[in-house]
């Protein structure tokens, strides 16, 4: 272990609040903030004060240690990132009003990075030239940029926050497999060390394949996803996908055929009949009527068709929204690709469907669109088939038990991305046989500054934060219950803790009731609170575990002695 310092709270740049912030919705924010572990700098934006900053700085640590020993090596790529990039992937327009954007003095675009695939698939383009230099796995831990449309639960959701994404490189289907497999099993020992319980479940793009994408939830009341969870099984899904799974198959609805019609209207003609620009490549579209949601299509990367609903609506009570609509009214609307790579969509909870109403279905590869689907039979702005809301105690897809539907917050998210990025760029190697391959990819996050509150949301109590210790801003917080005696058994304590490789949090403070102090060690949830007070003139202290409330009266020596 490093050697460790004595911090004392009469110099710690971080006070305790009586109050919780007016502002606060959850138990992560009002604590974090009343500990004095952050403050708000503006919406969405957050100032790590010491405390915070350890404990941001401790799972960090666990993090990065995990993803070297999967041998993923990590670079720093910059957050202030030029538009081109994000041109080529079509994500400059995709993104929308996620992106901000800004203008250098000569008037050139920039964004500050969300998330950092294309810029990755460029580092590589220009590292890499052979199938020898593959697989390789990259990684870094860095602010990341989203203008969210709500941001809110304090750094549960931020506009500037930190991130750990990799990206994986891999010259064959297996390689992707593997590098995925890595990051899976990395990602549960990294949870496990943190402390934070966690389940697995496939997400939306599950259902194009197998595990092409699965995300790590931290079951909590905070939480802004739903998760189903089977009692008996190892059954665990997004509402997306467990949607998806309950789906019957409408027996008056005949399953669309595919047929080549390349003439059929694409989502981006579409969009340009209603007035998108020609460059926007739009991804999960909401179309609404005079502000009433009557259409989405949610194609993933694909296209849809939607030019007969485009062709039924007049164009100037159409407007388009994107993504970020869906994030506001999840009661509302979920959409999903099925299993015949058929785009469906289900209204959920809308009070003005019927039961027993419609999906839309559209393209599931490129230039070719679904027949069977007509506007005025199969859908009307005010008609729908197939409304399903999955409900606690829906039948398990696997085995048929109860479901559970439980809140959770999204920490981590893995997906194989395949060839995506490598056909937008172009990023191929020389293969075996001499020829060029191209490149598969896979990327995979972490919330890093969530993953504090998300720890926060799990472990704490009536009386304030209470960090398991891998994650904890000092391993032992010292009370000095009095002046004279008290504070002199108290400083040879911290001393001796610190000089045995503990972190360790002394509270000097002067002019501070014993009850005051107590209540801020609780507050601020340090695992060990060590106290020297009334009997310290015979070396006795008081011991607490933080988390299980118990204390005991001991020598110093002895304490010491439990704690090293
Ligand atoms: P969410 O569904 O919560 O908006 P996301 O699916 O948009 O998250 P990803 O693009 O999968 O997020 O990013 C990887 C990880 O980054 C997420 O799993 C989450 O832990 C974290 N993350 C995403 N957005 C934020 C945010 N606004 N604030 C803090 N952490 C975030
Ligand atoms: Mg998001
Ligand atoms: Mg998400
Ligand atoms: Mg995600």
Redesign the pocket.
Known sequence: MSTHHVQRMSRLMAKTLREDPADAETLSHRLLVRAGYVRRSSA?VWTWLPLGKRVLDNVSRVVREEMDAIGAQEVLLPALLPKEPYEVSGRWSEYGDLLFRLRDRKGADYLLGP?HEEIFTLVVKDQCTSYKDLPVMLYQIQT?Y?D?AR?RSG?????E?Q?K?SYSFDVCDEGLEESYRLHREAYVRIFERLGLDHRIVSAVSGAMGGSASE??LAPAEAG??TFADCPSCDYAANTEAVTFALTPVSAEHPPAEEVDTPDTPTIETLGAHLGVPASATLKNLLVKVDGEIVAVGVPGDREVDLGKLGEHLAPAVVELVTAEDF?DRPDLVRGYVGPQGLEKVRYLADPRVAPGTAWVTGANKADTHARNVVCGRDFEVDRYLDVVVVEPGDPCPSCGTGLRLDRAI????IFQLGRKYADAFGLDVLGREGKPVRVTMGSY???V???VAALAEQTADERGLCWPAAVAPADVHVVAAGKAVPLALAEEAATALAGSGLGVLLDDRAGLSPGVKLTDAELIGVPWILVAGRRSADGVVELQNRATGTREELPLTEALGRLT
């Open positions: 969405g998330t990341k989203r969210e941001p750094v549960l959701r931020g506009r926050f991130m994404d995300e790590f802004e996803d994030t999204e920490i981590g998210h996050g972490i919330g500054s969530r993953a």
